[in-house]
């Protein structure tokens, strides 16, 4: 494909806070409509664009959609922030959606929604928040985190310490350390993790659990793109980690900032959108288990039968969906395939 032309378009979240989205078009206009696409936590809506043949983005521009990438407040291309998966649900995603509608004059559309975008938005569809987005593609997690039993011991050691020591956690270590504890902490990262010489790449794996690596598998990744990580993972606030491990404890996701328009907890009550969920999960993911998206897929099929599918990737992990060298082949189709599906 051709050049992609990239227009920033700023937006206002419902607290006031400034984000915006990343409209990419192609050599063609589009033909269908648009796709709102939405990152995790602590990278940027540059996720989707590795140095592969073939990227998300490029599919989809292909394939005739209107492509938005949505950096939201856990975006690293924003300051720093204690941002929590409320604030992003009830602030954020509605505004997001508000905007490509306003800027396109579309009735509907379309998302593609990945780790903890993929938490808090399901947290906007489900508190009936967003309901122009009428077909939704979620990966590695959504409405009931699961996690490996070590990532839970890790979790309940360390939250305690770490919140006391840090804002936040950075792979970014990995190339400038600025104080005693992070070059402890990245010390021990490199006497911990073999399994490749990229520093910041292990501290990933580090920040988000516990795996060798965490969040791909490295044989799934060309050269580039394990060169590209270096700049691609940065801040995530400690206060996050809190969240996330109390919605394990729970079984699904729950609320901490008490804003009204949220629920308390999410995936229990019947949920507030007559959206179609496509639910795909890596079956080597070692960040959240792939039973994560097999607990929110029985939890929406409860309500509404054989509407919402449920993908199993195997030979995947939690990012490699995404940013390895075969996914174009392998999980772009399948994602695009749920996509085209209109709901009934």
């Known amino acids: 494909m051709r050049e992609i032309e990239q227009v920033v378009v700023p937006f206002t979240a419902g ?10 078009r192609g050599p063609r206009p589009p033909q269908r409509g648009p796709v709102l696409v939405v990152h995790g936590a602590g990278v940027r809506a540059n996720l989707f664009r ?30 720093p922030n204690p941002w929590t998966l409320d604030k992003a649900a009830l602030y954020d995603h509605p505004k997001a959606v ?16 990945h780790c903890q975008g993929s938490t808090s938005f399901m947290m906007s569809a489900a508190a009936g928040l967003v309901p122009k987005v009428t077909t939704i593609v979620s990966n590695a997690v959504a409405l009931h985190p699961r996690i490996p039993a070590v990532t839970r011991a890790k979790f309940r050691l ?31 990262v490199k006497a911990t993790h ?32 394990h060169a590209w990580i270096n700049n691609e993972f940065a801040k995530v606030p400690v206060s996050f980690f809190q969240q996330i491990y109390r919605c394990v404890l729970a079984g699904h996701l729950v609320t901490v900032d008490g804003l009204p328009g949220l629920p308390a907890a999410f995936g229990v009550a019947p949920p507030q959108t007559d959206a179609r969920f496509a639910f795909f ?43 390895g060298k075969d996914a174009a082949r392998d999980v772009f189709p399948l994602m695009i395939e749920e996509l085209d599906k209109e709901p009934a």
């Open 15 to 24: 607290d006031g806070m400034p984000l915006n989205l990343l409209h990419l």
């Open 50 to 79: 590795p140095p592969t043949d073939t990227t998300i983005v490029q599919a989809l521009l292909a394939h005739g959609y209107d492509v938005w990438l949505e950096n939201w407040r856990a975006s690293i291309d924003l300051p």
């Open 98 to 113: 508000e905007t490509i509608v306003g800027e396109t004059g579309a009735d509907r559309i379309k998302a593609i929604i």
């Open 158 to 188: 360390s939250l305690p310490v770490l919140s006391r020591l840090l804002d936040y956690l950075d792979p970014q270590w990995g190339k400038v350390a600025p104080t005693t504890i992070t070059k402890l902490i990245t010390a021990w």
């Open 194 to 225: 073999h399994e490749c010489h990229n520093t910041v790449c292990r501290l990933v794996s580090f920040t988000y659990g516990v795996g060798f690596p965490t969040l791909w598998s490295h044989a799934n990744l060309n050269d580039a793109t």
């Open 281 to 323: 999960a890596g079956l080597n993911n070692h960040c959240f288990l792939p039973e994560s998206q097999r607990e929110t897929f029985n939890y929406f099929d409860r309500y509404h039968p054989r509407f919402h599918t449920l993908r199993m990737l195997p030979g995947y992990g939690h990012l490699d969906v995404f940013i």
